[in-house]
């Protein structure tokens, strides 16, 4: 009898919760569940600060949880502490740069860290298969340097039907080029192409209050109300 009520109650009690481990917080990632992965992530950490390929998943985890800045700060932290020709130093260029294009929300300080980033790597990885991608986004970073460049750019990008490249183009451009009007007019032209008329109409309300002229030039204000039909 003790016997079974023993049996019994190892059946009944609680499964201990398996130990948090890389390859959970891997499965996490894969599953988009950013913040799970993450603090994995963190825990493991904290007891071993080099673990191999860890950190570089902590980035790209904030990276996709809108903190960027934070991704560069690990980024860093895994260029400080592994050797130079590393697959986690090569891979934490490679990130670094990646995020520079695609973030709106970046410290200008990292901005420039970014492209730094992108140009040692092809330096110290001269034969990668990431190459052409590379000097791809290397052109564009310096594109969004220019805001007619960079505009016309997004516009080729509507024209083409990807208002979603557009819209990313716009935004960097935007956090920092605020009074490039056309940017603002065209970045509209994407919104509604990606069926979003309110944000078309905050976008030429921003013509509006900077430049009416260039706004009553490209009769916004009819646009606006098409807009508010949509």
């Known amino acids: 009898m003790k016997i079974l009520w023993l049996l019994l ?12 481990s890389y390859a959970m917080a891997e499965q996490l990632f894969e599953q988009q569940k950013f913040i ?5 992530l963190s825990f493991l950490l904290d007891d071993q600060p080099t673990l191999p390929g860890a950190r570089n998943l902590l980035a790209r985890c904030f990276f996709f949880l809108g903190n960027p800045n934070r991704s560069f700060e690990e980024l860093e932290f895994v260029l ?24 709106a929300s970046l410290r200008s300080s990292n901005d420039i860290k970014g492209e730094q980033a992108w140009k040692l790597y092809l330096k110290v990885s001269p034969h990668t298969d990431l190459k052409a991608k590379v000097q791809s986004g290397l052109a564009e970073i310096q594109m969004l340097k ?8 997004a516009r080729s990008y509507i024209q083409n039907s990807n208002p979603s490249k ?12 605020p009074h490039y009007v056309p940017a603002w007019h065209y970045q509209g032209m994407a919104y509604v192409m990606n069926q979003d008329p309110q944000n078309a109409i905050r ?8 430049d009416p002229a260039y706004a009553r030039r490209f009769k916004l204000h009819e646009r606006m109300r098409i807009a508010e039909n949509l």
């Open 203 to 210: 976008s030429w309300k921003q013509v509006l209050q900077r």
């Open 166 to 177: 557009a819209l990313l183009i716009f935004a960097r451009l935007l956090s920092k080029h």
């Open 80 to 103: 400080q502490s592994s050797e130079p020709l590393s697959e986690a130093s090569l891979d934490a260029l490679f990130l670094m740069g990646a995020i520079s294009l695609e973030s």
């Open 36 to 40: 799970e992965a993450s603090k994995i």
């Open 9 to 20: 109650f190892l059946a009944c009690s609680p499964k201990p919760e398996p130990k948090p």
């Open 146 to 153: 220019n805001p007619k460049k960079a505009t016309d750019l």
